[in-house]
């Protein structure tokens, strides 16, 4: 079993920055790839990034440019820097962990991981 805790979130201005990390515990080695996502009120939670276990990584369309997703295996901790935020980025932001070695192209589908954490609040005004 692995557990996931995200930290990093807070109030920014729009055109701020901010660095999301995400602390994994337990079972580590069983983890290949990770994920983060986001939710905001009344939306359903949606893939934000994802970085396989070769380091290749992906992004969806809303945040290419802007924002990069990275990892250090050897503290197992996953990372989200995001930079020239919007107010549309205002959401809850999830980490997530996957046994997958390579998540595809469907790498935003929440059932391609099996850990989660609980979240922390990004808000952009």
């Known amino acids: 079993h692995v557990q996931l805790v995200e930290s990093g979130g807070g109030s920014v201005q729009a055109g701020g920055s901010l660095r999301l990390s995400c602390a994994a515990s337990g079972v580590t080695y069983s983890i290949h790839s990770m994920g983060w996502f986001r939710q905001a009120p009344g939306k359903a939670r949606e893939g934000v990034a994802a970085i396989n276990d070769n380091g290749s990584s992906t992004y969806a369309d809303s945040v290419k440019g802007r924002f990069t997703i990275s990892r250090d295996i050897a503290n197992s901790t996953l990372f989200l820097q995001m930079n020239s935020l919007k107010p549309e980025d205002t959401a809850m932001y999830y980490c997530?962990?996957?046994?997958?070695?390579?998540?595809?192209?469907?790498?935003?589908?929440?059932?391609?991981?099996?850990?989660w954490g609980q979240g922390t609040q990004v808000t952009v005004s």
């Open positions: 997530a962990a996957s046994p997958l070695y390579y998540l595809g192209s469907s790498w935003y589908l929440s059932n391609k991981y099996v850990s």
